[in-house]
């Protein structure tokens, strides 16, 4: 049987002022499959799907749905031809209650009639085997859960084009598995089913077809048998990436260069996140800690950066006890901080490159004498982070919200990295970041590992954990659920401790 085309974008234009975001690109989509998306950031993606979910209108070329040409000028036009978005971060209301949310904003609900409701939300969800109970509060579900609720809201809605925007970064791997199972099944009963990725291994395992964008430009259209993982890859960034893993040096030493005893940490509403923990980390090695993001990673990073304050524990590096130290103070004793909000913490977006390499050095008598900054000496440092990193950017006095979030990061890394610190806490670093850009993250936090330091890498990506970690832990509910070496744990393993029903084993 000849397979349908439900979606065909033609020659897709859309221009912005100096950028322009889709080329003449073409899309296809066929009833009944699971289509990847893939592309680094600023390739077009979401352009692309913006156009065809109403958010945006295309400068030129054409949109058929079912064969039919549609002109859409709003995401509620695209609803009624049966397309839906769900995207990364879901728009739920949590004192609401599964079956509220769903028809939340419908203008035909006039009375709430919530047993009929409910009847109905299960009978939807049962056609399509999406298990879910509608008549819980969305604050009682997991995040799994919670995305279940927002695929619902759409299918409530007769959507059958289904367009997801990056959908496992914040699941477990059991999650994972349970979402594409879902969305297999509604595949099967006709829906078309696109999703917006990163994820290598998820593109081979649960795609029919891929489609990849290069700078806004179409690079190739093909059947996952058609390919691997590494074509994707230098199809995305042009040239050949690697994928394996790329810490391959053991270079731990019997150093114990950060020593964390029975630390315990409360969140913004003073409940405990951290929960009597303790660690060692060894000079020369990475330890990934992975877990779903909300289980106390922030402020255990942000607790030893001396950006939080701890109820009890004891800190230690090298030796010396930095338990009440300042953070200018931890900065003095070896302690680099790469926080997950690179704009909110480690950034200021209206200043220049100078000024945001110079945060923690301006006040050494190299660059200030009496008070007066020598702005030749920072800016001549500035050049040098620009060239050593590669870093692209106008040149030092450009502002920091010119550049790319790829290459805010390595200026990050850079102006952490310049004194050689022993201790280097990086939390989510690529998060946001295309593959590229990522290559270069991960090359420069080996480099520092290799060199001695020793690394915290937090992370939700278990191919970056795989990738890149010497020790692995889990953290689940404030705590490590053990820790092991990389080559000893699989990743069955991981997502059981991510969600709290197993511990890794070996050392705690």
């Given at each position: 049987m000849a397979e349908i085309a439900t979606v065909e974008m033609k020659q897709i234009r859309k221009e912005f002022p100096a950028t322009l975001a889709n080329d003449n690109v073409d899309f296809t989509a066929y009833k009944g499959e699971i289509h990847a998306l893939l592309g680094e950031n600023g390739a077009g993606k979401s352009t692309l799907m913006n156009i065809l979910t109403g958010v945006l209108r295309p400068d030129g070329g054409e949109i058929l749905i079912n064969g039919a040409r549609v002109?859409?000028?709003?995401?509620?036009?695209?609803?009624?031809?049966?397309?839906?978005?769900?995207?990364?971060?879901?728009?739920?209301?949590?004192?609401?209650?599964?079956?509220?949310?769903?028809?939340?904003?419908?203008?035909?609900?006039?009375?709430?009639?919530?047993?009929?409701?409910?009847?109905?939300?299960?009978?939807?969800?049962e056609e399509y085997k999406i298990d879910i109970n509608p008549a819980s509060a969305i604050w009682q579900l997991s995040i799994g859960e919670q995305q279940r609720v927002e695929i619902l809201k759409v299918l409530y809605r007769k959507a059958n084009i289904l367009i997801l925007d990056e959908p496992t970064a914040v699941l477990t791997p059991d999650e994972v598995r349970e979402l594409f199972g879902t969305l297999r099944n509604m595949a099967a009963m006709g829906c078309t089913i696109i999703f917006i990725t990163h994820k290598m291994n998820e593109v081979m395992e649960f795609a029919d077809r891929i489609t990849v964008l290069r700078d806004g430009r179409l690079v190739k259209a093909l059947k996952k048998e058609e390919t691997t993982e590494q074509e994707l890859a230098q199809l995305m960034v042009g040239r050949e990436i690697s994928m394996g893993r790329r810490n391959t040096e053991n270079t731990t030493r019997n150093e114990a260069i950060l020593r964390v005893k029975g630390l315990t940490v409360l969140n913004d509403k003073k409940l405990k996140a951290v929960n009597d923990l303790s660690f060692d980390l060894y000079a020369g090695e990475i330890l990934g800690i992975a877990g779903v993001s909300g289980n106390g990673q922030k402020e255990l990073m942000e607790a030893l950066a001396g950006l939080r304050p701890t109820v009890s524990g004891h800190l230690e590096v090298r030796g010396e006890d930095i338990s009440r130290s300042s953070p200018r103070e931890r900065i003095g004793r070896g302690v680099a901080f790469i926080p997950e909000d690179r704009y909110g913490f480690a950034l200021i977006k209206t200043m220049t490159v100078t000024e945001n390499a110079s945060l923690k050095c301006y006040r050494k008598p190299e660059f200030c004498r009496r008070g007066v900054l020598n702005y030749r000496k920072l800016e001549q440092q500035a050049g040098r982070f620009i060239e050593e990193f590669e870093i692209k950017v106008g040149g030092p006095k450009s502002l920091v919200q010119s550049m790319s979030g790829g290459n805010a990061q390595k200026l990050i890394l850079a102006r952490e990295t310049a004194e050689n610190p022993s201790v280097i806490l990086a939390s989510y670093p690529v998060r946001g970041l295309d593959i590229k850009a990522t290559e270069s993250i991960h090359k420069i936090l080996v480099q520092e590992k290799s060199r001695g330091a020793g690394v915290l890498l937090v992370s939700e990506d278990l191919d970056e954990i795989f990738q890149l970690s010497d020790r692995v832990a889990v953290m689940y509910e404030g705590t490590f659920m053990g820790i092991l070496p990389v080559g000893e744990v699989g990743l069955e393993q991981i997502g059981m401790a991510m969600a709290g029903a197993a511990r890794l084993g070996g050392e705690a």
């Open positions: 002109s859409m000028k709003s995401p509620g036009d695209a609803l009624a031809l049966g397309i839906g978005m769900i995207y990364q971060h879901f728009k739920l209301v949590k004192p609401f209650t599964v079956a509220e949310n769903i028809v939340l904003g419908m203008e035909q609900v006039k009375i709430l009639k919530k047993q009929a409701l409910e009847q109905q939300v299960k009978a939807l969800s």
